[in-house]
């Protein structure tokens, strides 16, 4: 992606919109995601989420990059910004959670852009646990396996602190073809601090074509085939598996 930046020209500021637009099924975009879509003359992202909305928005421009080329997109849209144009830089799920909204107001600030807006989406974590049913109805958190940006020390670190706190936990980038058994040394190191009947589940092309979920324990999780597109719930010491649904109680007396 080649382009000069255009912020030492003399044009009239525009303004950037980050947005999540959910886990891919239309439906699950935030009206407030669709509203600054219609404002933008300019929508920038990675292929895949590009392709997710293109025909919905034929009148817009698009520029897409691929994997690995997040800070040029950020780059992208400020240039443009600077000529007085609204950019949308889209990504999926929430912007916030593992998504665009932090590099691009990283590269806003190095470039001092200040017009930039954050619209929320339904992450990943949201949506596979409303199709699982209630794993993260108490204490939660997020981990990713990915060890591109994060060294493997420390997400085993989180893991085995998660466990030790006894949140519900859940895994995103649980696995790719160079981290083909990730998920299988995650699942191991959870299992120093939780027993291995510990209810679990994942869910597999969340709102798009193809969706399926299971429920297991976590000994038989760690034996699963999982990938990029699937999301892996863990429960905490309550959670339990009823009628094929993940049900992490809240606390109240019936």
Do not use: Q
């Given at each position: 992606?080649?382009?000069?930046?255009?912020?030492?020209?003399?044009?009239?500021?525009?303004?950037?919109?980050?947005?999540?637009?959910?886990?891919?099924?239309?439906?699950?975009?935030?009206?407030?995601?669709?509203?600054?879509?219609?404002?933008?003359?300019?929508?920038?992202g990675?292929?895949?989420y590009?392709?997710?909305i293109?025909?919905?928005?034929?009148?817009?421009?698009?520029?897409?990059?691929?994997?690995?080329?997040?800070?040029?997109?950020c780059?992208?849209?400020?240039?443009?910004?600077?000529?007085?144009?609204?950019?949308?830089?889209?990504?999926?799920?929430?912007?916030?959670?593992?998504?665009?909204?932090?590099?691009?107001?990283?590269?806003?600030?190095?470039?001092?852009?200040?017009?930039?807006?954050?619209?929320?989406?339904?992450?990943?974590?949201?949506?596979?646990?409303?199709?699982?049913g209630?794993?993260?109805?108490?204490?939660?958190?997020?981990?990713?396996?990915s060890?591109?940006?994060?060294?493997?020390?420390?997400?085993?670190?989180?893991?085995?602190?998660a466990?030790?706190?006894?949140?519900?936990?859940?895994?995103?980038n649980?696995?790719?073809?160079?981290?083909?058994?990730?998920?299988?040394?995650?699942?191991?190191?959870?299992?120093?601090?939780?027993?291995?009947?510990?209810?679990?589940?994942?869910?597999?092309n969340?709102?798009?074509?193809?969706?399926?979920?299971?429920?297991?324990?976590?000994?038989?999780?760690?034996?699963?085939?999982?990938?990029?597109?699937?999301?892996?719930f863990?429960g905490?010491?309550?959670t339990?598996?009823?009628?094929?649904?993940?049900?992490?109680?809240?606390?109240?007396?019936l």
């Amino acid at each position: 992606m080649e382009y000069e930046m255009g912020y030492d020209k003399g044009y009239d500021m525009g303004k950037i919109y980050v947005i999540g637009i959910g886990p891919g099924d239309r439906r699950l975009m935030t009206d407030l995601g669709r509203e600054a879509l219609e404002k933008s003359d300019v929508i920038v992202g990675y292929k895949v989420y590009i392709d997710l909305i293109r025909e919905d928005y034929p009148e817009k421009e698009f520029l897409e990059s691929g994997m690995r080329e997040e800070i040029l997109r950020c780059e992208k849209c400020i240039a443009l910004a600077r000529e007085g144009k609204t950019v949308s830089l889209i990504c999926s799920g929430d912007a916030g959670v593992y998504g665009m909204a932090s590099p691009l107001l990283e590269v806003a600030e190095k470039e001092g852009f200040m017009d930039v807006e954050i619209i929320p989406g339904v992450t990943a974590a949201l949506a596979g646990a409303a199709i699982l049913g209630a794993p993260v109805s108490h204490d939660f958190c997020t981990i990713s396996l990915s060890d591109l940006l994060t060294p493997w020390e420390l997400i085993e670190k989180r893991l085995r602190s998660a466990a030790e706190g006894d949140f519900c936990i859940v895994i995103y980038n649980p696995a790719s073809r160079k981290r083909a058994d990730y998920l299988k040394k995650a699942c191991g190191i959870l299992m120093e601090k939780l027993p291995e009947d510990t209810a679990c589940g994942y869910v597999r092309n969340i709102g798009r074509d193809g969706c399926e979920k299971k429920v297991c324990t976590l000994k038989e999780l760690a034996e699963e085939p999982v990938d990029m597109f699937v999301t892996v719930f863990v429960g905490n010491s309550r959670t339990r598996i009823s009628d094929g649904k993940l049900i992490t109680p809240r606390g109240y007396k019936l």
